[in-house]
Structures are given as C-alpha cells and as structure tokens.
C-alpha cells in the first residue's frame, strides 16, 4: 500500500509539475520538421489527420458545451470527418458548433504552446491523451477507432517510456504542427469553395444561419489561424539565453 501511495504520489507531482526547457536546437529542428510535415504533399495527407481529429473534436465538444445531443463522431481516411450532434438547427447552439471546427486546431496548439512555455510537458501529454479518450467513447467508424487509437498510443509511449528530450522534442512538434498545420485546412476549403465544390461546408453552413457571407467566416479562421501561429510561436521560441553565443573575430572587442 505504501509502495501504491508513493507510486501515485510521484505521477501526480510529475503530472502538476514542470520539467526543464528542451535545447535550443532541439525547438527549432521540430519547428522545421513540424513546417516541413505541414509543406510536403505526400506527409501532409497522412499528417492531417491529426487536425481532423482536432476539428472534429472542436465540433463534439461545443455541441456538448451548448447543450445539443452528441449522437456520434466519424474520420475517414481521406483525413475527412463529420460530427453528428442533435438540437435546434438553428440559433447561438448550432452556429458555435459549426464555427469550433476550423477553430480547434489553431486554439488547441495555441493552449499546447502555452502549457509548454510554462514547463508543463508532462501535463500536455496527458492532457492530450485525456481529450483522446473521451473522443474515443463518440466515435463511430472502425476507421476513427484506428485512427485515435493509433495517435493515443503512440501519445503514450513517448510520456511513459521516453526520455526528457523525447518528451519535450515530442510535445514542442505536436505543439508546432498544430499552429503551422491550422491555416492549411482554411486556405484548402476557400480553393474548393470557389470551385463549387464545397456547398455544406462549415464557412457556408455558418452563412446559411447567421447571413454573413461564407467568405467571411473563413476569413475569420484564417484571421484566428494566423493569430495563433504568431503568438504560439512566440511561447515557444527559444529565450535568448539559452542560445549559443556567435563568436567574434578575432581583433574586435566589446
């Protein structure tokens, strides 16, 4: 029983407290390969479906928050998803639920971001297993099960057997992706909407109930994108003090 108590007692002060900053160049090479995951085609369709669980995840929980029944939540492997909730299909209910999507994303590694620039590793990664499994119990397609399950699992394998670096090196590339991987999906649906083939998008959705342009309310999560990207960069780049000092040539003085 002792053994239990400490036990619990050292994962909950590893959980609430903080663990040391990464490296500088450990930030920086997971900014690059978190930008480069974002820029390059063939990884993006597979990275991508972390933001749809992001987007989809947005929209189950505002349908929840603003009292709307939650019936169930599918992904599908061209890294597309849909969220069925049930309630009035109009009002403040409905139009929240159909602006969190593109929302979620950008927010979500914006609040990532801020729990590391407070040395709060630990408590991102469970944090983030903790959202995943809660969605776990909506979710309604094998592929959606697969899908979280592989993304928990790999969550949990990195903050139960990594090390400090691969914790931080880890969590700061999930933090980054989500802030550069946010307006990619915005700038994707405003290229399918002028093309026509986007008529029940969320942007048109939200036209639809509230009147407002559909341009507009992508405009809005582009705005919302951008925003969180600077500030979320911001946290998490490296102080200047932890970075190397650039040698001087020889003969100059200070």
Do not use: C
């Amino acid at each position: 029983m002792d053994v239990d108590t400490v036990s619990i007692a050292d994962m909950w002060d590893r959980l609430t407290g903080t663990q040391p900053d990464p490296p500088w160049w450990l930030v920086i090479l997971v900014a690059l390969v978190a930008l480069g995951a974002v820029l390059h085609g063939p990884t993006w369709r597979v990275a991508r479906n972390a933001v749809t669980i992001a987007h989809e995840g947005g929209h189950a929980l505002i349908a929840l928050v603003t009292g709307r029944k939650l019936d169930g939540i599918k992904l599908h492997s061209d890294t597309s998803g849909v969220t069925v909730s049930r309630g009035k299909p109009h009002g403040p209910g409905m139009v929240f639920t159909a602006l969190a999507g593109y929302l979620a994303p950008p927010l979500l590694g914006l609040l990532f971001a801020a729990l590391l620039a407070g040395g709060r590793i630990t408590l991102m990664l469970w944090f983030s297993l903790a959202l995943l499994a809660v969605m776990l119990l909506k979710i309604r397609n094998f592929y959606g099960l697969f899908s979280i399950a592989v993304t928990a699992a790999i969550i949990f394998g990195v903050s139960w057997f990594g090390g400090a670096k691969t914790q931080a090196g880890f969590a700061y590339l999930a933090a980054f992706f989500l802030l550069f991987a946010a307006a990619r999906p915005v700038v994707e649906l405003q290229r399918m909407r002028a093309r026509h083939m986007a008529p029940s998008s969320d942007a048109d959705q939200l036209a639809h109930l509230t009147g407002v342009p559909g341009l507009a309310w992508v405009s809005l999560f582009g705005v919302v994108a951008l925003g969180a990207l600077l500030t979320g960069g911001l946290m998490l780049t490296p102080d200047s003090g932890s970075l190397p000092d650039v040698p001087r040539p020889p003969g100059l003085s200070g």
